[in-house]
């Protein structure tokens, strides 16, 4: 029997037949707005609610905005990191501005994947984090994409050693097929994919969840909404995408 993390997100954890097997480093990926960094304030939020201490690796935003984009849901973190259970890794500002002087765990270059893990270290141990996730890994290769596979190797050691579940972003264009490149593809323990597509004038949001080592899973793909409370998953749903679009009862 594994032990599972579950997702909390509603409808996500039916698909994953109980929630992510413990340790597995998941690949999120998706084009932008598929709802990449909803899912993994969601994720980390569910673990808070229920005494799983988190960290948020912040790569493409301001820490500060972060914490903005969180309380629009609800999600409110400033009293868990207060208390210690929750942590941002700023790896985004380099230490430049006033705002930047408040955080604790500061990566003073970003780009230096060795320092970054340092600091990633350092707050999963002082939090005791259960739960990580880092938005976006692709950041950290986009410029040098040959080290991709060897930057998410790194992470996978560090994030599963130390015993977290942890969800990894991995941005793709819009026509992308693939989910971030060969190497990282394959070094990840799961990968679920977000998807927008446009159907007779309209987006619609589907994910599907292409493997998860360690566990049984649907095969299907299910379509979700974002709401003001977060991603919503209907499981018992499929939506088929060919030469005409149908969302079903599975
Ligand atoms: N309160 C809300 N209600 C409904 N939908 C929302 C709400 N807030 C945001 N969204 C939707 O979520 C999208 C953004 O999701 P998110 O930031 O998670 O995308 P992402 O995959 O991280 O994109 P990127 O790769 O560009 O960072 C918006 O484009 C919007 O469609
Ligand atoms: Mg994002």
Same mark, same amino acid.
């Given at each position: ?115 970054? !893990?340092? /600091? +990633? $270290? ?5 939090? *005791?984090?259960?739960?990580?996730? #880092?938005?976006? =890994? &692709? ?12 930057? !998410?190797? /790194? +992470? $996978? ?5 130390? *015993?977290?579940?942890?969800?990894? #972003?991995?941005? =793709? &264009? ?29 987006? #619609? ?33 499929? #939506? ?11």
């Amino acid at each position: 029997m594994v032990g599972r993390v579950k997702t909390g997100i509603p409808g996500m954890d039916e698909i994953l037949n109980g929630g992510i097997p413990e340790r597995n480093v998941v690949l999120l990926s998706g084009g932008p707005g598929t709802g990449k960094s909803i899912f993994s304030y969601q994720y980390l939020w569910n673990g808070l609610r229920q005494g799983e201490p988190g960290v948020f690796v912040a790569l493409e935003e301001h820490p500060v905005q972060v914490r903005i984009n969180m309380s629009q849901f609800g999600w409110d973190v400033k009293p868990y990191e207060r208390e210690g259970s929750f942590a941002i890794v700023d790896a985004f500002t380099g230490g430049v501005g006033e705002a930047a002087k408040r955080e604790r765990y500061v990566v003073r270059d970003p780009e230096d994947v060795g320092l970054l !893990v340092d /600091v +990633l $270290k350092e707050a999963i141990r002082d939090t *005791g984090a259960k739960r990580v996730a #880092v938005d976006s =890994v &692709s950041t950290l290769y986009l410029a040098k994409p040959v080290l991709a596979r060897r930057t !998410v190797m /790194v +992470l $996978k050691r560090v994030l599963s050693g130390l *015993g977290t579940t942890s969800i990894l #972003v991995s941005q =793709v &264009s819009v026509t992308e097929r693939g989910f971030g490149g060969p190497g990282v593809e394959h070094a990840a323990d799961g990968i679920i994919r977000l998807d927008l597509d446009e159907i007779n004038g309209e987006l #619609v949001r589907s994910l599907i969840v292409w493997k998860m080592r360690g566990t049984r899973h649907s095969m299907r793909r299910h379509p979700f909404e974002i709401t003001d409370k977060g991603i919503i998953v209907y499981h018992n749903k499929v #939506v088929r995408i060919g030469r005409t679009f149908t969302i079903q009862e599975a």
